[in-house]
């Protein structure tokens, strides 16, 4: 007798999605070595995400549709990207208004200052 892969496991939920629609992207020309097709086609694509401002670029290929694909996984491989991501897991379901209510209770904050050449805490 075999088990199936996935039988007894608990069914998987999207927690959240990113798509092409929540980043700005921009073509322009690659530029450099190439030719022809670099200097007349704008084949470079940057993908900017708006809520964390990751930014992906790619240039590699002689394709725009190449290009895109690529810039966009680099794009979730950038540090401000996974820092969002963490946050969206870490937090969900709370609205950001409340989140920053937390954060900024007194007892959270930790305030330091200057006297006579040395970092102080100020209470």
Do not use: Y
């Not at 939920?13 to 670099?38: I, T, Y």
């Not at 937090?91 to 102080?120: A, I, S, T």
């Amino acid at each position: 007798m075999t088990a199936r892969a996935g039988s007894g496991s608990p069914a998987k939920e999207l927690l959240f999605s990113v798509k092409l629609k929540d980043c700005d992207v921009q073509h322009f020309r690659s530029g450099g070595k190439g030719g022809q097709n670099q200097n007349k086609r704008d084949t470079g694509t940057r993908i900017i995400h708006r809520e964390s401002g990751a930014v992906g670029e790619a240039r590699d290929e002689r394709s725009q549709l190449q290009n895109k694909k690529l810039a966009f996984r680099r794009m979730t491989e950038h540090p401000k990207f996974k820092v969002w991501v963490n946050r969206q897991v870490w937090f969900r379901g709370e609205p950001p208004e409340q989140r920053v209510k937390r954060d900024m209770l007194p007892e959270k904050l930790h305030v330091e200052g200057r006297e006579e050449n040395q970092w102080v805490t100020i209470p």
